[in-house]
């Protein structure tokens, strides 16, 4: 059973940049992939990007050419590098893990992160 603790996340102005990082504890033989959501308020949660054990990576359209996901398997640490923020990114952000191949759907994944709080203003 996985465990992921998520950390980075705050205030930032439009076209800034962030780093978010989840972090897996416990048994992590299921670590297979890594999704991140985000969700605002009164919105579904959605999928944004996945990263696979072997580093294939998948963007949704919204995110495309501003974020990248990647891992380090050796600090079981999955990152999320946020550039040219804009206001309608501001959500509550959640990574999550799955023991299959790379899904954005939020009943695929078994464990979840607390979700950190992105926020950007002017």
């Known amino acids: 059973q996985v465990q992921l603790v998520e950390s980075g996340g705050g205030l930032v102005q439009p076209g800034g940049s962030l780093t978010l990082s989840c972090t897996a504890s416990?048994?992590?033989?299921?670590?297979?992939?890594i999704g991140w959501f985000r969700q605002a308020p009164g919105k579904e949660r959605a999928g944004l990007s996945c990263?696979?054990?072997?580093?294939?990576?998948y963007y949704s359209d919204s995110v495309k050419g501003r974020f990248t996901i990647s891992r380090n398997n050796a600090k079981n640490t999955v990152y999320l590098q946020m550039h040219s923020l804009k206001p309608e990114d501001t959500a509550v952000y959640y990574c999550?893990?799955?023991?299959?191949?790379?899904?954005?759907?939020?009943?695929?994944?078994?464990?979840w992160g607390q979700g950190t709080q992105v926020t950007v203003s002017s």
């Open positions: 416990g048994f992590t033989s299921d670590y297979y992939a």
């Open positions: 999550a893990s799955r023991d299959y191949y790379c899904s954005n759907l939020v009943g695929d994944f078994g464990s």
């Open positions: 990263i696979s054990r072997s580093r294939s990576t």
